[in-house]
């Protein structure tokens, strides 16, 4: 396998491996949140985690076919390699979702928060408007603001 062979390969897994994520976004869309963030990165674990196959030429390929290819078929040893690699990517992953998830959750708590209180005063400001009356008199209660200088203003209109 030339180097060209090699990054062409690379290149059609990669697009592959991005319309199977698109897919499983599509499938996990109508979950729950706290259920469907961590398939959804078990499956970007699973599609996306390299590993290596021969550490003489720095030759890798996907973790997961590797797995497949080597339990399948019995035809090498990197089944361990493979499977370790899965492994490392997905503790450093779910490490890393988990610190996420401990950062989001109190700025949620805070927003809810928030937003509860916005609710309940346009609610309260609802009740207060529907328990005044309506008076069509009081719409030009306020007087006029006074004039800084010079007492009042007078009005000038034109003669016809």
Known sequence: MTENDYLLAWGLYALAALGCLWVGFRLTGWMWRWLREPLRLLAAVLLLTPTIVDP???????????????LAFKVG????????DLAMYGMIAFALYLIFV???MPLEARARARRERAEAAARRDA?????EPLDSRERYRNEPPEP????P???FEPRL
């Open 56 to 70: 003489a030429k720095d030759i890798f390929a996907p973790a997961i076919a590797i797995t497949a290819l080597d």
């Open 148 to 151: 800084s200088r010079g007492g």
């Open 77 to 84: 040893n990197n089944v361990w390699r493979a499977a370790s």
């Open 127 to 131: 009740e207060e408007a529907a328990a």
């Open 102 to 104: 401990a950062i989001r």
């Open 153 to 155: 203003r007078q009005r």
